[in-house]
């Protein structure tokens, strides 16, 4: 079976609306934006690749940008056509991160790289997206790369809810004995990474970082804490967050990255 294959088995039922929506899950989301914010300008062009069913490209397009998607799965370029409102400029085409071909050099402002990178697992595919990636962004333009991070992601579903069974992933070479650090197969559906991966990937690029951000911090591990929070504590939660982010001792205690680059 095809890597694509298991994406799209797995997007065909799963709700990524849902996961974004809830209060948890709106960290990501939150944090995201807040820093998309920091960059749009009146006239931005934007592209988002793999953009899933549109949470960020709708959002984006409803505050009066261009936004042009490009989306691996049928079963979610469905739901993104369903979200559309009739003055949005926005619009999605099926493809694949790894050949933008359709679009030309330099086009965007903004390109937003924020879901294939979890289903990508060698260094060269991986390296591919975000070549394309940066070819059709404007000199100067800025991009955002989101990655899944293993500790986050160990520490929740392993040692938190045992939807991960530590023991057997070490057996399996599933994640180093020593270290801890994770193997992913496209079976596995979502490639883990820490950052030192991703500084090794980026380090080829004629690139800047300007952030690297824990996207949603602890919001997974405390998932209940959030949700049984009132809207005055999670505010102060939301501020305690985005204070924090960024900083270099906690980088590795999320469950995903926002890599944010500018291209020289």
Do not use: W
């Not at 990501?28 to 490209?57: D, H, Q, W």
């Not at 679009?103 to 402002?109: A, H, P, T």
């Amino acid at each position: 079976m095809e890597s694509n294959q298991y994406l799209i088995n797995f997007y065909g039922s799963y709700d990524e609306d849902s996961r974004l929506a809830s209060r948890h899950g709106s960290v990501e989301f939150l944090t995201t934006m807040r820093y998309v914010e920091k960059y749009l300008k009146p006239g931005c062009r934007i592209l988002e690749i793999g953009a899933g069913t549109g949470r960020y490209s709708h959002a984006l397009a409803r505050r009066g940008y261009e936004v042009e998607a490009v989306e691996l799965v049928e079963h979610n370029i469905e739901i993104f056509r369903k979200h559309t409102l009739e003055n949005e400029k926005v619009s999605v085409v099926q493809g694949n991160a790894l050949n933008l071909s359709a679009f030309s050099d330099n086009q965007f402002d903004i390109t937003l790289l924020l879901g294939p990178l979890y289903h990508l697992y060698s260094k060269g595919d991986k390296s591919q997206a975000i070549r394309e990636a940066i070819r059709v962004t404007k000199r100067d333009g800025i991009l955002f790369a989101a990655y899944v991070i293993s500790d986050g992601c160990l520490l929740d579903e392993g040692f938190k809810r045992s939807n991960i069974d530590v023991a057997e992933y070490v057996k399996k070479g599933l994640l180093d004995q020593e270290t801890f650090a994770a193997k992913s197969e496209p079976e596995d559906l979502f490639e883990l990474v820490r950052k030192e991966d991703i500084d090794d990937l980026m380090s080829e690029f004629p690139v800047k970082r300007l952030h690297y951000v824990a996207s949603d911090g602890c919001a997974l591990l405390l998932r209940e804490e959030i949700e049984g929070m009132d809207e005055e504590t999670f505010r102060m939660y939301l501020k305690y967050h985005f204070a924090t982010c960024e900083r270099e001792d906690l980088a590795g205690v999320t469950s995903h990255a926002l890599d944010i680059f500018k291209k020289l």
